[in-house]
């Protein structure tokens, strides 16, 4: 019963993935989401067999019934990693308000991170929609504290928001722009909402150090990296290139949300292994 359950929730959230790939190709463009999906090339409408998630991309082999024009790899990618993500949130086990606002937070960060990686920015639109999601995340918990202790919850998030996000402020300000944008800071605004303080800034690190590994494993890998997915808008790095920051942010943030990664318990963990 587990695994048909398990089956549905990860086809809804290859269905909202399929949306996601239209909202990332038309934000900022001016044109409406609510459009019948076309080929990008020819301009033909596709029809429903053309647009099942990930299994259109597969049977087609990646390329247009109508033109034979290649798909992105972004399509097959962003439906597939929305219907892990939707599992993930489901097996949080949390009530189900809950799991609508983290459904809502996952779709919105992959909106940000594949459109931070074509575009190098971190759209306004969807990350102040992920602060608004990270802040109404926290409304279950209300009910769980007396009035006296309900503007100390409040303050506490708040200034959790403001914590976490504070390190990469001062890294945009001292750098002027330079080392870190400022919709990177924003978005650790949501960090810290959704997820407290001190979880929040481990998000920030694990996201460092992830982006660290991908960034090195990039410059020294560059005939590899160009045979893959969406390598086209990341290769050919140096040193002062710049790297779309948010998807290692935000696979930090996946990875203490989901799997309550932390940096000081593994350190810990592997002294006393030793």
Same mark, same amino acid.
């Given at each position: ?7 549905? =929730?990860?086809?809804?959230?290859? =269905? ?104 190098? =920015?971190?759209?306004?639109?969807a990350v ?13 918990? &209300? ?24 390190? &990469? ?6 750098s002027s ?17 959704a997820l ?12 460092? =150090? ?19 997915? &969406? ?34 318990? &593994? ?8």
């Amino acid at each position: 019963m587990i695994y048909a359950e398990l089956v549905v =929730i990860a086809t809804l959230g290859a =269905i909202v993935g399929s949306f996601l790939n239209v909202c990332i190709l038309r934000l900022h463009t001016g044109r409406s989401t609510s459009g019948r999906s076309g080929c990008m090339c020819c301009g033909t409408q596709l029809t429903w067999k053309e647009l099942i998630p990930v299994f259109s991309f597969l049977k087609q082999r990646g390329r247009c019934v109508s033109c034979g024009s290649r798909i992105s790899n972004q399509y097959w990618i962003v439906e597939l990693l929305t219907a892990i993500l939707f599992v993930l949130v489901w097996l949080q086990y949390i009530p189900l308000l809950a799991t609508l606002v983290g459904w809502a937070m996952v779709g919105t960060l992959v909106v940000i991170a594949i459109y931070d990686i074509k575009h190098t =920015i971190v759209p306004n639109s969807a990350v102040y929609t992920f602060i608004g999601l990270a802040a109404l995340a926290n409304i279950p918990l &209300l009910g769980t504290f007396m009035p006296a202790e309900l503007s100390m919850h409040v303050l506490f998030v708040l200034i959790s928001g403001i914590l976490v996000a504070l390190p &990469l402020f001062l890294l945009w300000l001292v750098s002027s722009g330079r080392w870190m944008g400022f919709g990177d800071v924003k978005l650790a605004v949501g960090f810290g909402l959704a997820l407290g303080a001190y979880d929040g800034l481990m998000a920030l690190i694990f996201g460092f =150090i992830v982006g660290a590994i991908v960034g090195v494993a990039l410059m020294y890998a560059q005939k590899v990296i160009k045979r893959l997915p &969406l390598s086209t808008h990341i290769t050919r790095l140096t040193m002062s290139s710049e790297i779309p920051f948010a998807p290692f942010l935000i696979t930090g943030f996946f990875l203490v949300w989901f799997f309550d990664a932390d940096l000081i318990a &593994l350190i810990q963990l592997f002294y006393d292994s030793i």
